[in-house]
């Protein structure tokens, strides 16, 4: 399987910024759809946002105009830019591979958004 791992997690302070990384094993990285999700504890894992293989982007309401995700197939990575951080955006966050019916998951990083 494709193997992600995240990183760049931590604590932050309201309106800080942070940059979260995924890295992939796989070396047809282009050909994947990108995503983050987020899970805040007990709460239903949801989508923040997706980069697809074509380069476009699209984000949840929530975090439209503060975050910004890329990706740089050469190095395999996908980024997510977090600014103006919110406690709420507190969560552990996840990056996801998608091709056609496969999708594979990393393990997550932590996000905590507190003074």
């Known amino acids: 399987q494709v193997q992600l791992v995240e990183s760049g997690g931590g604590l932050v302070q309201p309106g800080g910024s942070l940059r979260l990384s995924c890295a992939a094993s796989e070396s047809i990285f282009s050909i994947y759809d990108m995503e983050w999700y987020r899970q805040a504890p007990g709460k239903q894992r949801e989508l923040v946002a997706t980069?697809?293989?074509?380069?476009?982007?699209n984000y949840a309401d929530s975090v439209k105009g503060r975050f910004a995700i890329s990706r740089d197939n050469a190095k395999n990575t996908v980024y997510l830019q977090m600014n103006s951080l919110k406690p709420e955006d507190t969560a552990d966050y996840y990056c996801?591979?998608?091709?056609?019916?496969?999708?594979?998951w990393g393990k997550g990083t932590l996000v905590t958004v507190s003074s």
């Open positions: 980069v697809t293989s074509g380069g476009t982007t």
């Open positions: 996801r591979a998608l091709r056609r019916g496969l999708s594979y």
